[in-house]
């Protein structure tokens, strides 16, 4: 194999790992002030590429438009999902919760199957994304690049959120106590539904990206997805937004580079992150990353 | 093994007397179509009974049944379909020689089905019950998808995406409401015994479970692998009842039927997974008018495939919202009655 297949491979990895980052990213960003496996995410990063395909075709809106339309119509499904279904729940059995998000994700995948059909729909990719692009001898689309680059800025982004303001002091205090923030004078149920925006805005992102990338758009295309993004959470370290990206790249590179290396093993590809999760949970269950639950946040 | 309940032998026998003559009833006297929802609700009451024992009784939430329901389909129809009919179904590869070999009775091929399935359980209960939390749950449905994966590229042995076909149909009312009564006894007389106390330490509070010296990794282990070889079994009951099965027939759906069922019931209540059974099993064949055309206030609607599934996640959320116990709560049968004449429960 040469170097340029050997280099255009790892960009694929790295374009492919940054989808499951950005979905990663909202698991584990719920699972640190929740601990609730959000099973409905990955539907909603399905939800926002629908809602990307829509403002493009049936809108006509140009595509920045649309991206804005799809962050803003899932983020705020993000947060009603949260207030009509999760917050009742705040203080029931958690077994509870994570019963609500497999109803949740059941719902959004039916109801845009019946109301939508099944059918996968092609999505309209701008042709200013479909251009080539010589980079170093390497002739790649422009949404390959642009995806690890736009992942990178949203990472800075969110970290500097997380850190840098009082909104993420107030999601990181969320994480160690509940109760505890709500006497200081913060109302946890908004912080919590913040969250829940957040991650459902980045979900928007990955499923638009994803769209572009395996150009169509179907109703059940969110739940393998969403599975490998949250094993990539679980890898990286659940909790922590740098291992979930790092989970997000590892899983991304694997499925690229070793079917590139063994085609034959092309059937399993899917299998590759649940095997992750299990070797992972066998020989070290923090993750890579993992952080100290006791010390740190995020 | 001893019969439960002791104090209320008369009642246990009575039960299962009126379920025995009920199954010679319904298969004398019904028709195709009833008999053949019968089946099902009968294998379902295997499946949930079981699924609830981990789900309910135990309280570690797990995704698993499909997986180990297609494990035990394949394996009993690998050992039930005759060798001259293997010959010539294999399409895509040519199978290996010791699968066209294998052959066994009924009775032969469900144990060993629920035996495999048993023992992957055990193998899963390794990484899985190092955490603590719902990593069970992640976990699972991974596996359930890794054996349909493994289902469609395993053609050598599984015939991939087109499935097995020509299963003798062995299983019948007797079979398969035979197997359900014993099932359900099993699970009852496992739910109140010394190890089932330690299930319900472990779901109610592990921590305590481990300070009074409760052993709860062995407890979560022997539910899951307890409730992984009834589900083999149901599966096995399952494949001889379509004669033809295929990986398609084992995804996520399968297990989301299951969680509504025990849901519905009540986690943790073996009475509430049969009455969940009955509810749902004969609830989605009578919300059948949904999928199709509706006449509604002069309008036609187009017919919505898939409608009955938007109802049934909706029913799953609600039931989670505001009526979190299910119908029987964790309660079974007779305490029902119990706490009718205390009045204390």
């Known amino acids: ?298 | 093994m001893q019969i439960s309940l002791t104090k209320h032998h008369g009642i246990n026998v009575a039960i299962v007397a009126i379920a025995v003559w009920f199954i010679w009833f319904a298969s004398g006297y019904f028709d195709e179509y009833t008999v053949r929802i019968l089946n099902n609700i009968a294998i379902f009451i295997i499946l949930a009974a079981s699924y609830n024992l981990i789900n309910g009784v135990t309280g570690q939430f797990s995704l698993e049944p499909n997986g180990f329901v297609a494990i035990g389909a394949y394996v009993t129809a690998l050992l039930l379909i005759t060798p001259d009919a293997k010959m010539y179904q294999y399409a895509i590869v040519d199978p290996y020689p010791f699968i066209l070999t294998l052959h066994s009775n009924f009775i032969v091929a469900l144990l060993l089905g629920g035996f495999f399935s048993a023992f992957l359980a055990f193998c899963l209960s390794m990484p899985v019950f190092r955490v603590r939390g719902d990593y069970l749950a992640i976990v699972t449905l991974g596996f359930g998808f890794i054996i349909k994966i493994l289902a469609i590229n395993t053609p050598e042995v599984t015939n991939g995406s087109l499935g097995l076909n020509d299963i003798p149909e062995f299983s019948n009312l007797y079979w398969t409401g035979g197997i359900a009564i014993v099932t359900v006894i099993v699970i009852l007389n496992i739910v109140n015994s010394k190890f089932g106390r330690a299930m319900k330490a472990v779901r109610d509070d592990e921590d305590a479970a481990i300070a009074m010296g409760v052993n709860t990794f062995k407890a979560k282990t022997m539910a899951f692998c307890t409730s992984a070889f009834f589900e083999g079994i149901g599966g096995g009951l399952l494949a001889a009842l379509l004669t033809s099965i295929s990986p398609d027939l084992f995804d996520f759906f399968f297990t989301f039927q299951l969680l509504i069922i025990i849901v519905l019931g009540g986690l943790g209540s073996t009475t509430g997974a049969i009455i969940g059974t009955i509810l749902v099993i004969g609830g989605s064949e009578w919300m059948r008018f949904l999928d199709e055309p509706m006449h509604l206030f002069g309008y036609t609607t187009t017919a919505m495939p898939g409608m009955r599934m938007v109802v049934f996640s909706l029913l799953l959320i609600f039931i989670m919202l505001f009526a979190r116990e299910g119908i029987m709560g964790k309660r079974e049968f007779k305490e029902l009655f119990k706490s009718r004449t205390k009045g204390d429960k």
């Open chain 1, 1 to 298: 194999m040469d170097i340029t297949i050997f280099m255009q491979q790892m960009l694929n990895g790295f374009s492919l790992g940054s989808m499951y980052a950005l979905i990663a990213i909202g698991y584990t960003m719920v699972y640190g002030v929740l601990r609730l496996i959000n099973f409905a995410h990955g539907d909603i990063m399905m939800v926002g590429a629908f809602l990307g395909y829509f403002g493009i075709a049936v809108l006509g809106l140009p595509f920045g438009a649309a991206v804005l339309l799809s962050i803003g119509g899932s983020a705020l499904l993000g947060m009603f999902s949260d207030i009509v279904a999760y917050r009742p729940l705040r203080n029931a059995p958690k077994i509870s919760l994570l019963i609500t998000a497999i109803g949740v994700s059941f719902f959004l995948e039916n109801a845009f199957n019946v109301f939508f059909g099944g059918v996968p729909r092609a999505f309209p990719v701008p042709t200013y994304l479909e251009e080539m692009v010589d980079f170093y001898g390497l002739m790649m689309p422009v949404s390959a690049l642009l995806v690890p680059i736009v992942t990178a800025i949203l990472l800075v982004v969110i970290l500097w959120v997380l850190f840098k303001t009082k909104y993420g002091m107030a999601i990181r205090a969320l994480a160690f106590d509940v109760g505890t923030v709500n006497l200081m004078g913060i109302d946890a149920n908004r912080i919590i539904s913040l969250v829940f925006g957040i991650g459902s805005a980045l979900a928007a992102v990955g499923g638009v990206f994803w769209a572009i990338n395996y150009p169509s758009v179907e109703p059940m295309m969110g739940v393998l997805v969403g599975l490998k993004a949250f094993a990539a959470a679980v890898v990286g370290g659940i909790g922590s937004v740098g291992g979930a990206v790092l989970g997000g790249l590892i899983i991304g590179f694997t499925e690229v580079v070793v079917i590139a290396f063994f085609p034959e093993l092309g059937g399993y590809k899917d299998a590759f992150a649940f095997i992750f999760l299990i070797l992972i949970l066998l020989f070290k269950p923090t993750g890579i990353l993992g952080i100290d639950f006791e010390k740190s946040r995020f």
